[in-house]
């Protein structure tokens, strides 16, 4: 019901763009989040946004370098992703929550299958 696109390999201060379509329901009242796991790591926080739109919250690894978007007449989310690091190399997950906090993984209802992201030194 989640699938994610746009990942790749990418240079160090490149940039990415991730994209979320959701299809099968409407998730226009869902709070939609972007997580990404490491090899070895735990799946981490990368940002979210409200349904309305009208909050967005970013882990601090990536303020001011990513930005979270949607557009729910399309049913889509996006993650633009700038001044990418090596270290922001992980599969990346899109995800909808109805409630609970918008940081933890927990929370989240659906996810999509993930993309992979890796930047280059």
């Known amino acids: 019901q989640l699938q994610a696109s746009g990942g790749g390999l990418v240079q160090a201060g490149g940039s990415l763009r991730l994209s979320c379509a959701a299809s099968?329901?409407?998730?226009?009242?869902?709070?939609m989040g972007w997580f990404r796991q490491a090899p070895g790591k735990e799946r981490e926080f990368v940002a979210a946004?409200?349904?309305?739109?009208?909050?967005?919250y970013y882990a601090d690894s990536v303020k001011g370098r990513f930005t979270i978007s949607r557009d729910n007449a399309k049913n889509t989310v996006s993650l633009q992703m700038n001044s990418l690091k090596p270290e922001d190399t992980a599969v990346y997950y899109c995800?909808?929550?109805?409630?609970?906090?918008?940081?933890?993984?927990?929370?989240?209802?659906?996810w999509g299958q993930g993309t992979q992201v890796t930047v280059s030194s």
């Open positions: 995800a909808a929550r109805y409630s609970g906090s918008y940081y933890d993984h927990k929370s989240y209802n659906y």
């Open positions: 099968g329901r409407t998730f226009s009242r869902y709070d």
């Open positions: 946004i409200s349904w309305s739109g009208g909050s967005t």
